[in-house]
């Protein structure tokens, strides 16, 4: 009978920690990766730029000219 009783105390303290996982942990490592993988973006977006300034920098351009887009797809030329 004491066995009956704990086994039930022990499926409801596993149950309240499942609960506790399902709605405060899950939820956190969902916006915690959402952040990350906005983080390693970032991150790839700037190595990128490193790379391309130091790739200028190594050939020795000193101006260049591109296109620059100013919002809804709309193009100017543009000298660096």
Do not use: H
């Given at each position: 009978m004491a066995m009956a009783v704990e086994a039930r105390l022990r499926q409801e303290k596993v149950k309240k920690f499942e609960d506790f996982v399902d709605r405060r942990l899950k939820p956190d490592l969902v916006n915690a990766i959402a952040q990350r993988d906005n983080l390693f973006q970032q991150q790839k977006t700037?190595?990128?730029?490193?790379?391309?300034?130091?790739?200028?920098?190594?050939?020795g351009v000193t101006?260049?000219?591109?296109?620059?887009?100013?919002?809804?797809?709309?193009y100017m030329q543009a000298e660096v």
């Amino acid at each position: 009978m004491a066995m009956a009783v704990e086994a039930r105390l022990r499926q409801e303290k596993v149950k309240k920690f499942e609960d506790f996982v399902d709605r405060r942990l899950k939820p956190d490592l969902v916006n915690a990766i959402a952040q990350r993988d906005n983080l390693f973006q970032q991150q790839k977006t700037f190595l990128d730029l490193k790379k391309n300034i130091e790739n200028l920098e190594k050939n020795g351009v000193t101006s260049m000219r591109s296109m620059v887009n100013l919002g809804s797809e709309v193009y100017m030329q543009a000298e660096v």
